[in-house]
């Protein structure tokens, strides 16, 4: 189940536990060691005979490992069942309903974000070898003009003008003499005009592999007609998934330099 779509803290729970792995068997145990109760206190909780506090709610998000959008709109789930009155209750929800809708913003679930200014921003969203230049340095033995320009097949001249940009606005750091990837991740959110450029050059640029995939890579078109309700769980299950592939990501040894694309929209 995911969180933003959830009306009830416990059924988020329950759902949560059995996710885990041999159907969540002890985690209700480790969750009550982590939070410092008894599992008689928790068990009682969860069959509705009292109340979890905001202490109690702030720690379970943290074991969780939700992220700061994800742990607010969990405690505001809790603060709704703990409203003792009809007013507070309407406000809880006015706050879940503001919580969803930036739920439904990419920006808001990706950490670790760097805002550029605009004029930045026109020229590194401008080509697609900008954003690659920059994650190329990520990989072992990619850290000098030379090695991008082979790795990426652009010129040496062309390498160096990207690499003194990025490193003018911090998206790349000398370490000597060595070129290394900067702290930070980007985006540009999808109200920018920049948005199209970024997604077309990197379509473009997958488009030039179609014709010899590797059986390590991934392509998948599918035309459907579905239902409107439909079309919308099926967004929120590919935001879902992108918050799984940010983790995952965010954790992962920079050993190859990958694309994802991902398109959901209405043919009109």
Not at 63 to 79: G, I, P, R, T
Not at 116 to 143: H, M, N
Not at 233 to 249: G, H, N, P, Q, Y
Request: glycine share 4%.
């Amino acid at each position: 189940m995911q969180l933003f779509e959830c009306k009830d803290y416990r059924a988020f729970i329950r759902e949560w536990v059995k996710s885990q792995p041999r159907n969540g068997h002890g985690q209700f145990r480790k969750m009550a060691e982590f939070l410092g109760i008894q599992t008689s206190m928790l068990s009682q909780i969860m069959a509705s005979h009292r109340e979890m506090n905001a202490e109690t709610a702030s720690s379970l998000a943290e074991f969780f490992s939700l992220n700061e959008l994800e742990s607010d709109y969990f405690l505001c789930l809790v603060q709704l069942e703990r409203a003792g009155n009809q007013r507070l209750k309407s406000q809880m929800k006015r706050q879940l309903e503001k919580l969803h809708e930036q739920s439904q913003k990419i920006e808001k679930r990706i950490s670790k974000t760097r805002e550029l200014d605009e004029p930045t921003k026109a020229i590194f969203y401008s080509q697609w070898y900008y954003s690659a230049v920059r994650l190329v340095t990520a990989l072992k033995g990619i850290d000098t003009i030379e090695a991008i320009a082979e790795r990426l097949r652009l010129s040496r001249a062309q390498v160096a003008r990207v690499t003194r940009f990025l490193v003018k606005h911090g998206l790349c750091v000398y370490n000597g003499d060595k070129l290394h990837y900067g702290p930070q991740s980007t985006h540009v959110s999808a109200e920018s005009p920049l948005a199209a450029r970024h997604h077309l050059n990197w379509r473009l640029k997958a488009m030039e592999n179609l014709e010899g995939l590797k059986s390590t890579e991934l392509v998948f078109t599918s035309p459907v007609a579905v239902s409107k309700k439909d079309a919308e769980l099926l967004r929120s299950r590919f935001l879902e998934m992108i918050d799984e592939w940010a983790k995952v990501v965010d954790h992962s040894p920079s050993e190859q330099l990958m694309c994802l694309n991902i398109d959901w929209v209405e043919i009109e």
